[in-house]
């Protein structure tokens, strides 16, 4: 309703089978042949980086890119932007038989680097022990705490200044790890 009284479109789908929704909303939108995903968990995304990912894929013949490759991160979490052909995702919305790949958007094409030409680029430096993602409660306050100090649209270099300069903010959720969600996901596969 808050989405019709602004007049912007807005598809909802299955949350359990994230794969399934964002293809089936691709399917309202033939025109467009390649899809950005920015997830709603990530309040803080820095646009800078949004472009650096579009012009790595952009300059390239890649089905798919990211600043997110498993075990290899640079950017804290949060920090995620992925590219990828509508090709892509149909093969992996077609292909996918796990749980966690239906679940989590972009696990089958991570899952098979032989079958999808990727990339992934990183952060000059390792920030990937920060947290700048809203998974639960003390995420949320490390944020809200960002975002009334900071603003909505600093940066996230800017927001690891915040956290170095206020260390029992950072502390709130430091104990959280990366990727407990998938993890718990790929368990129950």
């Known amino acids: 309703n808050f989405c019709r009284e602004l007049c912007i479109n807005c598809f909802r789908g299955d949350e359990?089978?994230?794969?399934?929704?964002?293809y089936?909303?691709?399917?309202?939108?033939?025109?467009?042949?390649?899809?950005?995903?920015?997830?709603?968990?990530?309040?803080?995304?820095?646009?800078k980086v949004i472009d650096e990912v579009i012009s790595f894929f952009n300059n390239s013949e890649y089905e798919y890119a990211s600043n997110i490759e498993f075990g290899k991160h640079g950017y804290p979490d949060?920090?995620?932007?992925?590219?990828?052909?509508?090709?892509?995702?149909?093969?992996?919305?077609?292909?996918?038989?796990?749980?966690?790949?239906?679940?989590?958007?972009?696990?089958?094409?991570?899952?098979?680097?032989?079958?999808?030409?990727?990339?992934?680029?990183?952060?000059?430096?390792?920030?990937?022990?920060?947290r700048l993602t809203v998974d639960n409660l003390e995420d949320f306050e490390v944020i809200k705490f960002l975002i009334e100090t900071v603003g909505a649209?600093?940066?996230y270099k800017t927001y690891v200044e915040a956290l170095d300069e206020n260390p029992d903010i950072k502390k709130i959720n430091s104990h959280l790890k990366r990727y407990e969600g998938l993890k718990k996901s790929i368990k129950n596969d």
């Open 16 to 22: 359990k089978n994230v794969l399934n929704r964002y």
């Open 24 to 47: 089936q909303c691709a399917q309202n939108y033939p025109e467009y042949n390649i899809i950005v995903r920015i997830t709603g968990d990530c309040p803080l995304i820095d646009e």
């Open 78 to 130: 949060g920090i995620n932007a992925e590219v990828f052909t509508r090709e892509a995702l149909e093969r992996s919305w077609k292909d996918a038989k796990l749980e966690s790949e239906r679940e989590h958007v972009t696990l089958y094409i991570r899952n098979n680097p032989s079958l999808f030409k990727s990339g992934h680029i990183s952060s000059q430096e390792d920030l990937s022990h920060y």
């Open 153 to 155: 649209n600093a940066g």
